[in-house]
């Protein structure tokens, strides 16, 4: 098909698989901007971490570990290996020689350039497109912001912790009584020009509270997003009440919202048109439409990358039918 | 022999083997306090590296490399060569990416934790002892401050240049004109204990004007030293008017000092009161104690950990005769 301009408002794994499907279902990927959540970005071991926008990058390489879903095939371990003779040396208190956020060598690489590159005043935007430059990936990607912004969230059993704490160390496996984006952030130029601009919109199956709820967050997301909803198509994370992959799920449900398609519409009902669902949520179509959005159901699990390119065509196909 | 205490005054390769024949040469090995260059400590993609510091420990870990005298053995270079891929796409003028600042992988972990120890605010001190102890080295290393300090150097060629910009990416092949240490730095308080009270100070044979320089460039060392010059013995690191690793024989003769034992004689006499030398310089003897310096010669090029350990005791005798 002739490409329109596509905007993909995108978390992670989900957003990245979408991606791949999307590169291959279309004739020109270079009209393809994913615009990547930064709102789990840390600092570990003074180096410049942004997990979300490194998968979707080695995703779209064809370099990300299939069995992980994060961080590099054919990754080695020495360098997080030789840190363990520091934490008995640590004092207490101290998180230095933390393992739990594992850096294989060959990522490594990756982080000390865009490290270096921060140091030398490079923004989050320019360092991205150089590190997707490196992998030669086809489309751009871009941080929502240029800005620092992190998510915490509140826990009954440790108070407020950072995101990585709660997803990477406690496994997601805790209770969360609110989400926080700490920081103030403005979108990024790119972020701002692709949600203007684009043909298409389309918000990736992620986490709606701490995926694509970062980029929400930003003044003016859902403002520009609003006006012009019967551009934007939003896929469900939520397949048969769960998660394929992540808390999105039981978060859902512990922030007061229903962990269904139907509670994934009222959260995307102002500023989206149409909620791409998987076949087995067809049952549930009605509601959806009920909750302020067209409904199309489709296979939705990208298992292959046939499945995730068929996944694409169809939600590219809702938006284009929208607009028509 | 019983141990007097002992302090060190180090650079890099030259005084960690001294200290590795000085563990030897004791019955008690935490009478030992090395006091170290800390000028060449630099950032690199954003990591606190400690070049001194490190070839001490690892030295007395028995874990340096021998053939390279930096960096750990049985040494992986996958994050080093992992970054090659970004050498293709970083603007032109930015310094990411740099490999001739080679970093292994196993070594990596020990700039991670001391990154990560500084951004929790620990010194250079602290951090230092701990990782002393991961490595179960048995002597007390302190680095000279807990401030920033830079050696930089002026070439012709090139002009004012960082240190390690100077020794490893141009391979201290080019003329030097000055020597500067940029920046405000006082004695660590356990520096200044070691130097104020030891039984005995051994100038390492180290280069004199970048490695012992830096240290005799802070406030009080010179002044600390000469008053006790009879405590303090140095072993020259210019054997037969050459320096056996490093510059410092080209770099004395082109900031207008002699390359020989009798240049080394000058610089040292206002603060030691000794200078052993190799017994290849035995005929320079009267020359030295004509700059002011008790002259001793013995074997000193420490090729085998026998030869160390004894030109360890021959220094040491020397600086209890003296002060009998």
Same mark, same amino acid.
């Given at each position: 098909?002739?490409?329109?301009?596509?905007?993909?408002?995108?978390?992670?794994?989900?957003?990245?698989?979408?991606?791949?499907?999307?590169?291959?279902?279309?004739?020109?990927?270079?009209?393809?901007?994913?615009?990547?959540?930064?709102?789990?970005?840390?600092?570990?071991?003074?180096?410049?971490?942004?997990?979300?926008?490194?998968?979707?990058?080695?995703?779209?390489?064809?370099?990300?570990?299939?069995?992980?879903?994060?961080?590099?095939?054919?990754?080695?371990?020495?360098?997080?290996?030789?840190?363990?003779?520091?934490?008995?040396? /640590?004092?207490?208190?101290? !998180?230095?020689?933390?393992?739990?956020?594992?850096?294989?060598?060959?990522?490594?690489?990756?982080?000390?350039?865009?490290?270096?590159? %921060?140091?030398?005043?490079?923004?989050?935007?320019?360092?991205?497109?150089?590190?997707?430059? +490196?992998?030669?990936?086809?489309?751009?990607?871009?941080?929502?912001?240029?800005?620092?912004?992190?998510?915490?969230?509140?826990?009954?059993?440790?108070?407020?912790?950072?995101?990585?704490?709660?997803?990477? /160390?406690?496994?997601?496996?805790? +209770?969360?009584?609110?989400?926080?984006?700490?920081?103030?952030?403005?979108?990024?130029?790119?972020? /701002?020009?692709?949600?203007?601009?684009?043909?298409?919109?389309?918000?990736?199956?992620?986490?709606?509270?701490?995926?694509?709820?970062?980029?929400?967050?930003?003044?003016?997301?859902?403002?520009?997003?609003?006006?012009? %909803?019967?551009?934007?198509?939003?896929?469900?994370?939520?397949?048969?009440?769960?998660?394929?992959?992540?808390?999105?799920?039981?978060?859902?449900?512990?922030?007061?919202?229903?962990?269904?398609?139907?509670?994934?519409? %009222?959260?995307?009902?102002?500023?989206?048109?149409?909620?791409?669902?998987?076949?087995?949520?067809?049952?549930?179509?009605?509601?959806?439409?009920?909750?302020?959005?067209?409904?199309?159901?489709?296979?939705?699990?990208? !298992?292959?990358?046939?499945?995730?390119?068929?996944?694409?065509?169809?939600?590219?196909?809702?938006?284009?039918?929208?607009?028509?």
């Amino acid at each position: 098909m002739s490409t329109p301009s596509i905007a993909v408002v995108s978390g992670g794994v989900g957003a990245a698989r979408f991606l791949a499907g999307l590169v291959s279902a279309v004739d020109d990927p270079s009209a393809i901007t994913a615009i990547v959540n930064t709102a789990d970005d840390c600092e570990i071991h003074g180096l410049a971490i942004s997990p979300d926008i490194d998968t979707v990058t080695y995703t779209l390489a064809g370099a990300i570990d299939p069995d992980r879903g994060w961080g590099l095939m054919d990754e080695r371990w020495i360098a997080m290996e030789s840190l363990a003779r520091y934490e008995a040396v /640590r004092p207490t208190g101290s !998180s230095a020689a933390n393992r739990w956020f594992n850096l294989g060598d060959r990522d490594l690489a990756t982080h000390l350039y865009r490290t270096a590159r %921060r140091a030398e005043g490079a923004t989050l935007t320019a360092i991205t497109d150089e590190v997707r430059r +490196a992998w030669d990936v086809p489309i751009s990607i871009v941080p929502m912001t240029d800005d620092r912004i992190a998510t915490t969230v509140d826990t009954v059993e440790h108070g407020e912790i950072s995101f990585q704490d709660y997803f990477v /160390r406690l496994h997601h496996d805790v +209770a969360v009584t609110a989400v926080h984006f700490r920081g103030e952030a403005r979108l990024s130029p790119a972020a /701002r020009q692709a949600l203007e601009h684009a043909d298409v919109v389309v918000i990736a199956p992620s986490n709606p509270l701490v995926s694509i709820g970062p980029i929400r967050s930003l003044p003016d997301v859902d403002h520009i997003l609003a006006a012009r %909803r019967d551009h934007v198509v939003a896929v469900s994370p939520i397949v048969g009440g769960a998660a394929l992959k992540g808390p999105a799920d039981h978060m859902m449900v512990e922030l007061g919202h229903e962990a269904s398609v139907v509670g994934v519409a %009222r959260l995307y009902q102002p500023i989206a048109s149409v909620l791409v669902v998987d076949e087995v949520d067809a049952h549930l179509a009605d509601a959806v439409e009920g909750a302020g959005m067209r409904c199309v159901a489709t296979p939705s699990i990208m !298992s292959t990358p046939a499945r995730a390119r068929a996944l694409a065509a169809v939600t590219l196909a809702a938006a284009n039918d929208r607009m028509r």
